[in-house]
């Protein structure tokens, strides 16, 4: 069967799957008043999200993230991963976290099939950390990352969201921290969401400042890999980390898009800031439903459109950064 395709030529193998909208941290950037619960929301279960990633699986997709909220809450994320990663197709299962599970699961998700980790951490400073996360927790998520490297995890990815004037001035501590360990760190560029238009206006600073500095320094920026994130990934001959820099406002960042994303209640997301999302969950209650399913999904590519509007500041339906899946 031919790959997903849009009408821009772009091919897309990569999924991101919330299971949760739950999230127990009260990020400022992303849920400053904690998760609000909706008594409405059921999330998918663990045969819709078999037959979902089954029907993606189909059609070319060989990478799906489990992301929330924070994935780790559910009661049965193991079977989530054993599940997606018995998948036929699928190659790669990844995980994104705040870090509050990972010391005493690692090895149990990696024996599950869990073969990559994006972990949250936005400063090295514990006092900053909880500052920007609402949770004293640096030291039991740093706790996590050992424990994660040591179950046999080849991808550790950590992700810090920068933040002008809290923790842009801590590139050397990162540096020092990844440079004999098989990190990637990756900072992630403030967006302008619906409802942190004054976050943004206080802390919203361009990666491009850090980019430079990096190409001074002799780091030196490499290629893209077809299942790989936005990222622009950097390496240095004297440290066994990388850094890598998720950049939305920069030119042609969508020209590479390879990723669609599915909500934790069944709706496909065809942009990060899109403004309406099409609904597949009447058609995960069956196997038999999977070549409707996917001809669905391959129609509703026909709208997906070349560029986000994140410079005009339109975020969509995105009101914080919780809504739009890790």
Not at 46 to 54: G, N, T
Not at 193 to 212: N, P
């Amino acid at each position: 069967m031919s790959p997903l395709e849009d009408g821009f030529s772009r091919r897309f193998y990569y999924l991101r799957l919330s299971v949760t909208d739950v999230c127990n941290f009260r990020c400022t950037y992303c849920l400053p008043d904690g998760y609000r619960p909706d008594g409405r929301k059921s999330f998918l279960s663990q045969e819709e999200i078999r037959r979902v990633v089954a029907g993606f699986a189909a059609m070319g997709t060989r990478k799906v993230r489990l992301t929330g909220g924070e994935p780790s809450l559910r009661r049965d994320f193991t079977q989530i991963i054993e599940t997606v990663a018995n998948t036929p197709g699928i190659e790669k299962v990844a995980m994104t976290t705040n870090g509050y599970r990972l010391k005493e699961r690692a090895k149990e998700w990696f024996d599950a099939g869990l073969t990559a980790l994006n972990v949250s951490v936005d400063s090295l400073d514990p006092r900053q950390f909880h500052q920007i996360t609402g949770e004293n927790k640096l030291a039991e998520v740093m706790e996590g990352i050992e424990a994660a490297l040591a179950a046999g995890f080849k991808s550790v990815k950590i992700n810090a969201v920068l933040l002008k004037g809290l923790n842009d001035q801590q590139l050397g501590a990162f540096l020092a921290w990844i440079k004999d360990k098989p990190i990637e760190l990756r900072f992630i560029e403030l967006m302008q969401t619906g409802e942190m238009d004054s976050l943004f206006r206080d802390h919203h600073t361009s990666g491009e400042l850090i980019k430079q500095q990096l190409l001074g320094d002799g780091w030196v920026q490499q290629l893209r890999g077809q299942d790989d994130g936005p990222a622009q990934v950097f390496m240095h001959p004297q440290s066994q980390g990388g850094v890598g820099l998720i950049m939305p406002y920069s030119k042609d960042f969508c020209a590479g898009c390879n990723r669609l994303r599915v909500s934790s209640v069944g709706k496909l997301h065809l942009c990060l800031f899109g403004d309406h999302g099409v609904e597949l969950r009447d058609l995960l209650s069956a196997d038999a439903q999977q070549d409707e399913l996917q001809h669905r999904i391959r129609h509703a590519l026909t709208g997906k459109v070349a560029t986000h509007r994140l410079h005009e500041g339109n975020a969509g339906m995105t009101p914080h950064l919780a809504s739009i899946g890790g």
